[in-house]
């Protein structure tokens, strides 16, 4: 189904109610959107493709959208498979149309793609422009937000801003959700580690004016736009977006866990305002990301295993590192029936991030609590609500 953005830019993109797994990795319960655009003036313009998963959808919506119309121009804002799985498909329909991109736009098409492409290719770079008849398309490059070849479009008649994978979301565009939670959650494990090169793109959306931002993934922002736009600024600064505490625990019989949430009753019961808990055995690890992200604490509460780290906090360490996990304070827990040695592994890792302040205080179990709560808890907790 397509739908009017504005008199001249249609949606035809197509949901994916049906996906499990986005990039084979995340959960998206929602499913996900493959956003796609066509822009109608003089010279038809289509703004990315879909994945192959959707294909004959969205095949239907561009002939809706362009009915007896042939398309000029295809710009390929971005080149994984989600957004370039029906170029040829396309090029196919349209044997004169040409195809937009930057030079590591097409070098990256080769490693993908056979079909021939290369007399049908406009290289552009930043500044450079298309005209489509009543309208200028502006490109603008984007490196590393979230590839080294992203790029996005600034139409300057009707104020529209295509943003490559910039301000996505996970979730259908039928689904009814808040935008922070699940943009958030894409931000931190997809773009997050990029924040220096998002800084830079704000630094030139500051000059332009801007009406619509439509992105690759999740719904076209066309209200409050300064809200989206300040997100992404505390999102890629690396700063805390909420104060709160956030509770990060790997248990392997319930002891560590039973710990983790008498530590969130008694911080509760002090007054902290937010503290959230998660289990890095069964939750949704990417949600793991995108709270200790969010919160300016955490606590880590982990049991000893083989001498080493139990593996669901391994694995959500090596996540933190991976996405340049900075400028946060963190409190520590530990369990280990003979010889506990979670505590001094988990500072080891944390030591080797970016501005990582941890508190001096551990809170040592052997095995379990038993309904007992130890004074180094309550100093913990003491330290964590400085």
């Known amino acids: 189904m397509t739908k009017k953005i504005t008199d001249s830019v249609v949606y035809i993109g197509c ?6 797994l986005f990039e084979s990795q995340f959960d998206v319960p929602n499913g996900m959107a493959y956003n796609s655009y066509a822009i109608l003036d003089e010279k038809v313009c289509i703004m990315d493709t879909v994945d192959k998963r959707t294909s004959d959808a969205w095949i239907a919506n561009v002939k809706e959208a362009l009915g007896d119309r042939k398309a000029d121009y295809l710009v390929i804002s971005h080149m994984e498979p989600d957004h ?4 040829q498909t396309l090029a196919e329909m ?10 590591k736009t097409f070098a990256f098409y080769d490693q993908f793609y056979s079909y021939d492409i290369s007399d049908r290719k406009i290289v552009v770079k930043e500044g450079d422009t298309l005209d489509l008849g009543s309208r200028t398309l502006t490109f603008t490059m984007a490196p590393m937000v979230h590839w080294p070849e992203v790029m996005m479009t600034y139409d300057s008649k009707d104020k529209v801003f295509f943003t490559a994978d910039a301000f996505g979301k996970f979730g259908t565009l039928d689904t009814d959700e808040d935008w922070a939670c699940e943009a ?12 220096a090169q998002v800084q830079a793109v704000l630094k030139k959306i500051d000059t332009m004016d801007i009406q619509v931002i439509c992105p690759l993934h999740g719904p076209i922002l066309s209200e409050n736009l300064a809200y989206y736009i300040d997100k992404y600024r505390v999102w890629s600064s690396f700063e805390p977006e909420d104060k709160g505490i956030f509770i990060a625990y790997a248990s392997i019989h319930g002891n560590t866990a039973a710990a983790a949430m008498q530590l969130k009753a008694l911080l ?18 990417a ?4 709270d200790a992200f969010r919160y300016d604490r955490m606590v880590l509460a982990c049991s000893t295993y083989n001498m080493g780290l139990f593996p669901p906090m391994e694995r959500f360490l090596n996540q933190l590192k991976a996405k340049d996990y900075q400028r946060r304070t963190v409190g520590l827990m530990e369990n280990g029936s003979w ?11 944390l030591e080797a991030m970016k501005n990582i302040k941890v508190l001096d205080t551990v809170v040592s179990i052997k095995s379990s609590l038993k309904g007992e709560t130890p004074d180094t808890m309550i100093k913990l907790a003491d330290e964590l609500l400085k």
């Open 94 to 103: 349209f044997p004169e149309m040409k195809i937009v991109g930057n030079v």
């Open 15 to 20: 949901d994916d109610a049906d996906l499990d």
């Open 84 to 87: 370039t799985g029906n170029i």
């Open 339 to 349: 010889a506990a040695a979670a505590a001094r592994l988990m500072k080891t890792q």
């Open 268 to 285: 509760e019961s002090k007054g902290a305002p937010k503290v959230a808990i998660t289990d890095l055995s069964r939750d949704d690890i």
């Open 287 to 290: 949600e793991a990301v995108e």
């Open 184 to 195: 958030r959650r894409y931000y931190f494990n997809i773009v997050g580690k990029y924040g």
